[in-house]
C-alpha cells in the first residue's frame, strides 16, 4: 500500500520525515511525498481565523497519488462545531489531514525530558499515525496507551503511543 503525504503550505522537511517514518514504522506501508500545495479555495473561514479541515481532505485525495492520502499543514483547523482538531479522517476513506498548528506547544506536560522539537515530532508522528488508521476502517480506542486513543489536549497526545495497540492491529491485519 501507498501512503502519499501532500504538504499543504509551508511544511518542514523534519515534519515530512517524521510523517513517512512513522507510517513506515506502523503501518509497513510505502510512502511519497506530493508536491507542496497551496490552501484550497473556500477553505479559510473568516469568522472562525481558522480553516476547514473537510477541504484539506478533498485535496489529499484530488491531488494524492496513493491507496491512502493526508495532507499536513501548519494551518490551524476546525471541523463543525470543534473549537480545533489536530486532524481529520473518514472511515474508510483515501483522504486524511493533519494541522501542526496546536502541536507545537513547548510543553508535554512533563512527562519527559525531551526538547521541545523532540516532543513535537513524537506528537506529529502519533497524529499522522492516528489519522491514517481512521482510513483504515479504525475508530476510537478506549486504551489510552493506543495512538487510535481520542486526544482532544495535546497532554492526552503525549500520553499515548505512537502504536496500535493489539486490538486495533488485529483489526487491520
Known amino acids: ?52 479541515a473537510e477541504t484539506f481532505i478533498q485535496l489529499a485525495e484530488r491531488v494524492g497519488r496513493g491507496t491512502k492520502n493526508i495532507a499536513i499543514t501548519p494551518h490551524d483547523l476546525f471541523y463543525r462545531r470543534r473549537n480545533y482538531v489536530f486532524g481529520l479522517a473518514y472511515l474508510d476513506g483515501s483522504g486524511s489531514v493533519v494541522s501542526t498548528y496546536r502541536l507545537q506547544t513547548s510543553s508535554d506536560g512533563g512527562f519527559s525530558n525531551q526538547s521541545a522539537a523532540d516532543i513535537f515530532e513524537d506528537r506529529v508522528r502519533k497524529e499522522i499515525v492516528h489519522e491514517i488508521g481512521h482510513t ?30 493489539g486490538s486495533c492491529q488485529r483489526l487491520i491485519s
Do not use: W
Open 1 to 52: 500500500m501507498l501512503v502519499d503525504i501532500v504538504p499543504v503550505g509551508n511544511v518542514s522537511a523534519e515534519v515530512k520525515r517524521a510523517a513517512s517514518s512513522a507510517l513506515r514504522s506502523v503501518y509497513d506501508c510505502d510512502v511519497s511525498i506530493n508536491d507542496s500545495q497551496s490552501v484550497p479555495n473556500g477553505a479559510y473561514d473568516s469568522d472562525r481565523n481558522q480553516y476547514s
Open 136 to 165: 483504515y476502517g479504525l475508530e476510537h480506542c478506549d486504551n489510552n496507551r493506543c495512538v487510535m486513543n481520542f486526544s482532544p489536549t495535546v497532554r492526552e497526545v503525549d500520553i499515548k503511543e505512537e502504536n496500535l495497540c
